[in-house]
C-alpha cells in the first residue's frame, strides 16, 4: 500500500509552522476589525505569519485521537457524567452540612503525557461535586477534592475506568 506523500505538507509547515494557527489569527484579526479592507488583511497577514514563528519554540508535539467514534463516546460518558453529577451534589447540598464527607484522594496515574493528564484533570471538574486540586511533579498523581465520598476505592476507580482507561484508549497510550 502507497502512503500518502507528505512533502507539501512539510514545506508548508517549514516555513508556517502552524497553519491552522496562522488562519485562525487572520480570521479573528479581521473579524475584530469587523472589516475585509486589503491593508487588514495585509496586516492581518503578517501578524498570522510572525506569531506562529515566535511561539515555535513553545509548541510541543501532541498525540492524535485514534478515533472519532472514541472521542465523541468519551462525551457522551462525560454528558451523562455531568447530568448524573448534577442532580446528585443538588440532592447533597439540600441535606444536612454534616451529612457531607469531603475528602482529598490521590489518584495513581498510567497516563503520562500532558495533554492526556489535562484532559483527565479537566473532566474530573468538570462534573459537579470533584474538582482536579494538582497534578504531582513526577506525574504519577493526580489530587482530586470531592464533595462528598462513600467509599475512596470507589471513586478511584470509577476515574480509572470511565475517564483514564478511555483517555488512553482514545490517544493510543495501552499497553
Known sequence: MNKPDKSADSALTGWLPNPGLSVMLLAVWLLLNNTIAPGHIVLGGIIAFIIPLLARPLMTPRPR????????????????????????????????????????LAIPLDLQDDLTITLLASTISLTPGTVSAEVSSDKKWLYVHALHIGNDEDLVGEIKERYERPLKEIYECLK
Open 65 to 104: 485521537a485514534r478515533s472519532v467514534i472514541l472521542v465523541v463516546r468519551y462525551f457522551l460518558v462525560l454528558l451523562v457524567d455531568i447530568v448524573r453529577s448534577n442532580i446528585e451534589v443538588a440532592i447533597l447540598i439540600c441535606g444536612p452540612m454534616h451529612a457531607l464527607r469531603p475528602t482529598m
